[in-house]
Structures are given as structure tokens and as C-alpha cells.
């Protein structure tokens, strides 16, 4: 092996070495069904990080009459909210999936057990209307 390629091998190594087991504790992922429990470092998570973490599209797209849309893949539109705030998101991705002719996508993001509540009632809509439901758990989750 030629010497001056040794500290590139080194390097990717290291750097190989490092930042997969860091990515692999910050976003570790644990699916069950529909429901997403999301571990963590200690900071504090909003929903643009939940947005960020999720979203295998384009994030927060501007539509031509000035809403905005969390997450927007080729076939879906998706809204992220906490669970109490279940009903004005139920209503957004209606309306977002309606203009841009997309299958609608909605993921509540639940503090406690207390949160069951609204993804309960939640549920229920989207059955009726279609519209695709997941739930993802906070790392500090509790079972209230």
C-alpha cells in the first residue's frame, strides 16, 4: 500500500468510527406498528426536529396561498403536531392533501400517556376521512 494513501485510510476510519455511533445513539428508532418512539440526547426536541427527523421529502413548502406545509413527499402531505393539537392539524392536512391532490398525513407527537386521549379521538376522524396516522413518542415519554 502506498504510504501516502495510509492517512486517508485513517482518516475515514476515524471519522467512520465516530460519527456512527453517535448517530446511531442521537436517532435511534423504535417502530411498532404506527408508533415511533424517538430516544435522544438531553436536548430539548420541538416539532421542527420532529419534522426534520421524519420527513423523507421537501420540509415546510410555501403553497401559493401563503400556508405552509410541514412535509411534502411525492405522493403525500404530511402535518406534524403535538397531540393536543390534534384537530387544527387534522384540518390543515385535509386541506393541504385537497389542494395538492396527495394522500393526507398526520403525525402527533405525544408527551404522556395523558396524550392518548386526543390521538384516540384523532384516530377516529382519520379512519372516517382517510387520512394516515402516526403517533411518535417524545424521549421523555411518560406513563402517567
Known amino acids: 500500500m502506498e504510504d501516502s494513501k495510509l492517512p486517508i485510510i485513517i482518516f475515514v476510519l476515524m471519522i467512520v468510527g ?7 445513539n442521537i436517532f435511534m428508532i423504535n417502530q411498532n406498528k404506527n408508533s415511533v418512539k424517538l430516544e435522544t440526547t438531553n436536548k430539548k426536541l420541538y416539532k421542527a426536529d420532529y419534522v426534520h427527523l421524519y420527513c423523507k421529502g421537501v ?13 411534502l413527499t411525492e405522493n403525500q402531505a404530511w402535518e406534524f403536531n403535538w397531540a393536543e393539537k390534534w384537530n387544527e392539524s387534522f384540518g390543515r392536512v385535509l386541506w393541504h392533501a385537497y389542494r395538492l391532490e396527495k394522500k393526507p398525513c398526520l403525525a402527533l407527537i405525544l408527551k404522556s400517556s395523558d396524550d392518548y386521549i386526543y390521538l384516540d379521538v384523532a384516530k377516529k376522524l382519520c379512519d372516517k376521512y382517510g387520512v394516515n396516522l402516526i ?3 417524545t424521549k421523555d415519554f411518560a406513563n402517567n
Not at 18 to 24: M, N, T
Not at 59 to 71: A, K, M, N, S, Y
Open 135 to 137: 403517533e411518535i413518542k
Open 59 to 71: 420540509e415546510g413548502v410555501i403553497l401559493p396561498d401563503r400556508t405552509r406545509i410541514d412535509c
Open 18 to 24: 465516530v460519527f456512527i455511533p453517535i448517530f446511531g
